[in-house]
Each structure stands twice: as structure tokens, then as C-alpha cells.
């Protein structure tokens, strides 16, 4: 026996796969939301009245009346018994990245044994899952085990199709007993609102007689890896972790970016059309896929849709996307660092906001008076990075995403605003004061010819920077692929409001002094990027340079650990910033902050017990087997006369010995129980545990190096990121 058997065994199952086969795709038409009760749906099935109060809902937020829910759950009970389902459940988004469900069957059974259906309006409305099971922070009080799902209209209902059957699905918000937000929907739907509101402030002072309600828009590209499921089984990290903790680096690796665009593998792209036809069945418009930098990385992006739904779509995503690469014999990583060296996974979040009266509000118009619109949207986001940095940075912090950013290959862990040179230049001639209502003969002429035929800087001009102005939108580059969007949006959406408060303070007192309205707004801005400026960066924001410069020379944070990340929830600024545009209160806020740290602790504790365990019953013994078998043919040239050269052994025993050392250490510092804060047991995972497991990684992957290749029990990065 030589210890390699399930790694061997898997290299022989991968090469030699069957060939899956391609099924034809059905034409787009024919499957394009086929599962979704949409609004074309409702039309058909509702009547007139009924249709008319439930697309109000839908497209304003307006109450939902009782009687118009009555009919549409009926309606929704047709078309989902029409097409075989028996099950329905609302799906919820706890405070974790994943979806909840608990699912009820439409049936209901008559005293004398026949069956019949129903789902009633209040059925439809209100599901009433057991919350205990759900994180919930400082609100586990005793009676808050009961928690609420309350549909969420305008975020479609759909049917779920598992080959075990079918369920519909209602999007769901999930709440306490008391009322307190437990999910990541209710804050984004209360973002939007307070942006919404804040907008049309702004809006208004700007003379616009007519806004509709505004929405904020999101599109995400995701990155994950695929790795075939025979060298995933083979790994207990990837499949407990769902990232490699061991495993010594390629003698290939990503140098020569000859993945990055290049033809995708067919089994991948077998994989990819069926997930994309799931995709479309359920009216989620994936629009782009390809291969990205690393290896076995690959990126989808779907179209950009309002940012409530696209948060639940993107949610569903990454649900499909692990059960159809199970299907296909992969195992699907949306860890952001499944493998050191090699690059991560980000999720970008292109993020604009608008209304159907004023469009897009982040994109230039064409005429000065809807480019100060755009300027002072603009603005507020500027204004916005530089004063919630650390919120920002707090709501994309996992021991995950740790991993990822600073790393050269991410952003880094400084907020900073890219805004392309020419925009860069609007803003600092305003600054400046450069840039005046009154050039050229008493026109109006802003200066602002130069923006008004905006030339898009293609979104990856500057990769560097986590918060880019991509054209028309803000693209934030720092969120991990796992993570769900919706915490990020939630703090755009309520930094925007904030600084758009601000700007209508600012400009009602400019204009009530009889200013004109260019002038006012070229004052407040004026002022804004005094105050705020100094987040615009346009460099190269891996440098070592910025990083001085950010810190030192700007006061800018730079935040490296989520335990450092974390406590930003707790400062009196963001409390007061959530509280006062009602997003979420100070006890929500602070159950956010118990929940998130949770997490994060838990997950560097179960990576510490895996590193404990996998170093003690894998690795050690293939080092002992081999020394074993060098001390046999040690004595056997002995007996020739020959002495063997013993530094190979001496290297493979030494490392195992510090390896083991650092196992005794790690265990102890796993012990440590009793901690002040919750701050505290942060900063030991962070410090302590962390620095363990990287110190036993070090020696594991030195004897990889040494250890003979039939002997190593574990597939290598070799193996896993070039067999296909
Ligand atoms: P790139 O790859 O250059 O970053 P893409 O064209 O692939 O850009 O777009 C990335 C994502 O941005 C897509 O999901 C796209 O739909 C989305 N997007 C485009 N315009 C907007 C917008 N105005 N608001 C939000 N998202 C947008
Ligand atoms: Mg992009």
C-alpha cells in the first residue's frame, strides 16, 4: 500500500470520463421565464381590476389590499398545479449568505379522505417558519424563536424544478416576533426607500416637477472555480471548507494567462448551457460567461436588473450553480480563495440608480442641466465612499474574502473612488473653482462640454481599485464571490441617501440665498470635494506607494482583517447613519454585528480543526511511510557498503516534527474559550489561530515537496487545476 490509492484512483476516473452529452437547447422563446408567474402571466390569469392593483404594488410599492391577494393566490395556485407542482414555500434570506425555505404542500385532506387544494390570500401573504434555527444576534430573546416570512411582491414568485420534484417558490421577507429585520431583504427594501426619498429631494431642488419613484440597479458578474468532484472528494478541505488549507504551489500556475478568454472546455460548457437554460427558465438574463484569469476559473455575469431582484436572482444563482455542477461531475467553488497562489474569486457589483422620469442618474446627460443632475449623484457617492469607508469595507468582510483583498489580485483594503480622467478632472476643476456657470458670453456653459460626450472608460481600465466609475454606473470590486449583494447594496443605497440629505441641506440654503441653481450646485460641490476629495484616486491602487499615501498622506483606513472590519457596525456614525435613514434600528444594527462575528469566528474554527486534523491523519503519516521506506533502503545499501545520503530524511522528519509542533500549538490556542469581547475572540482568530494554520501549512506543503509522489495522499494543485 502506498498511501495514494483515492488520489490515483481519481486522475483515473477524470481521464477516463464519458463524455457527457450535449443536449440540444431548446430556443430561448420557447424556456425565457417559462417558471416565473410574471407580470405577462398575471395579465393573462387576473382580471382587469385585480391586475391593475397588483402591478401597482409591484412597480411602486403600494399596499397590497386583501382582496386583490385572495385573487392572485388563487390565480398563482392554477398555474402552479398546471404544471405539476404540489409544494409551495417561501424562500427567505437570513442573515447568512444562503436561502431558507420550508416547504408546504397544497394539499388539504376532507374529513371523509378525498384531497383538495388550497392557498389562500393569507397563505400566499405570511408563512411563519421556525426562526430559532436562523442567526439572529442580540435578538434571541426567549420569545423571538417565532419568526414571520412576509411575501415580498415585487420580487417575482417562480417554480423551483429538482429532479425530485417541484416547488413554488415566494420571495420572501424574514422578521422577529417583534418586527426587528432578521434577513438581508428588508434592509435592502428599506435602503431603497430612503434613497428614493432623499433623491427626490435633490430632484426637487433642482426644479424637477416630475420623479418617479427612484430604484437603485444592480448587476454582478460572479467568479467561481470548478473542480472535478473525484479530486474534491479526495480532499476533506475542499469539501468541509470549500478551500484548499494544504497543497504546495504548481510548477505552472497562471503566468501565462493563456486561460483568461481562452476556448472553454467542453465539459464546461456543457455544464454552462445547462445552467444558463435553468437560468432562463427562471427569467434570470445571463448575459456573459467566459474564463477568467486563474485555471479552472470561470466568470458569469447577467444582465442588470433592479436591485431587489437581482439580489434574489443572484442568490438562486449561486444556489443552481453548485446543484448543476454536481450534475455534471464538478464541484463548484465560490470560496474567494479556494487556492493560494492562484488568483480569487471577487463578485463585482455594478450598481447605478434611477427612476423611469430622469433615467439613469448616473450617467452624463446631454445637456448641462442633466449633467449637474449626474454631478451631484456623482458626488454623493464620492461623498459617501469617503465618509463610510469602513462600512463599506465591514460589509464585504468574511474570513473568506480576507483572503482575497490586498492581495494584488483584488483590490485592496483601502476605499478609495475611481473615476476615470476626464471625470477626475470635472470634479477637481470644481474644487478648484475652475469650473463656472458663466464662460462664453452670458450662455449657460458649465465648463461641462467636456463630459457631455462621455467617453466610456472601458470597466477594466483600472483594475486596481475596489470602487469604479464604469460609464454609467459604480462598479464595487471588493465583494467576495460567496457573499450574498444585498449587504453591499444596503450600504451604497443608505450612503447615498445620507450624502444626498446632505447636498439638498446644503443646496435649499445656496439657493434660498438667491443663488443661481448652477452656481449653487458648483458651491456645494465645491464644498463636498473639499471635504471628501481626497477618496478620488485614479492610480495604481496595489501599490506600496498608495498605501503610504492613503494612510499617511489622505487619513484613509486601510482595513486588512474582518476583525478589524467588524467593529466599523459599532461606531457611532454608522449607527447614526442607519438609524436616522431608518435602514435599520441600533438593536437590528448590533444583532448584525454579534451575527457577522459569529460567523467569522466559526469559520476559522472549523478551517483550524480541519488543519489539526488533516495534518495528524493525512500528512503526517505519508511523511512517516516515506521515512519508513527510506530507513529500509537506508540499511539495505548499508549492507551493500554504500551509505545513503541522509539529508532528504533528515528534512522530511524535521518538518513533520515542527508540522506537529505547530499542531500542539494550534490545539492549545483552539482552547482558549474565555474571552472579554467579542472584539477579542475577533482579534484571536485574526492573530493567533490564523497565523497557526499558515505556520503548519508552510511545513505540510515543504514536505509535498519531498515526499515521494506515489506516497502523497492528497490530489495536488497540478492535478486539480489541470486535469479536466
Ligand atoms: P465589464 O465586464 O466591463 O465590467 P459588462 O458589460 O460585462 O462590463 O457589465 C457588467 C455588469 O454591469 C452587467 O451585469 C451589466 O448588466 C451591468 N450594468 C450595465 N449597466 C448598468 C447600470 N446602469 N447599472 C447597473 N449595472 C449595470
Ligand atoms: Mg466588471
Redesign the pocket.
Known sequence: MSGNESRVQAIYQITNREATAVSTPEPLDKIWASNVFSLATMEQSLSKAAFKSIKKTIQTGAPLDATTAEIVAAAMKEWALSKGVKFFSHIFYPMTNITAEKHDGFIVTNSDGSAITEFSGSLLIKGEPDGSSFPNGSLRMTNAARGYTAWDPTSPVYIMETDNGSTLMIPSVFMSWTGEALDKKIPLLRSNAAMDKAAKKVLTLMGETEVSTLNS?????QEYFLVDSNFANARPDLLLAGRTLFGAASAKGQEFDDHYFGAIPARVQVFMQDFEDQLYKLGIPA??HHNEVAPGQFEI????EAANVAADHQQLMMTLMKSTAKKHGFLCLLHEKPFAGINGSGK?V???VGNSTQG?L??PGNTPHDNLNFLLFCGAVIRGVHKFGPLLRAAIASAANDHRLGANEAPPAILSVYLGDQLEKVFKDIQEGKITSSVGGGEMDLGLSQILNFERD???RNRTSPFAF?G??F?FRAVGSSQSVSGPLVAMNTMLADSLSWIAEKLEAELGKGTPQPDAVLVVLKELMELHGNVVFGGDGYSSEWHTEAVEGRGLKNIPTTADALPALKEASVIELFESTGVLSPVELESRFEVYAEQYVLSIEVEAKLVIDMAKTIIYPAAMRYLSELSITSSSMAEMGVELDSSVARKVATESNLMMAGVTKLSEALEQHNFDSTEAHLQHCANELLSLMNEIRSHADTLEAEVADEMWPLPKYQEMLFIK
Request: contains cysteine; negative net charge.
Open positions: 440597479s444592480c448587476g454582478a458578474e448575459k456573459t455575469a447577467p444582465y442588470y463585482h455594478n450598481w447605478s439613469n448616473l450617467d472601458p470597466g477594466d464604469t454609467n454606473r462598479e
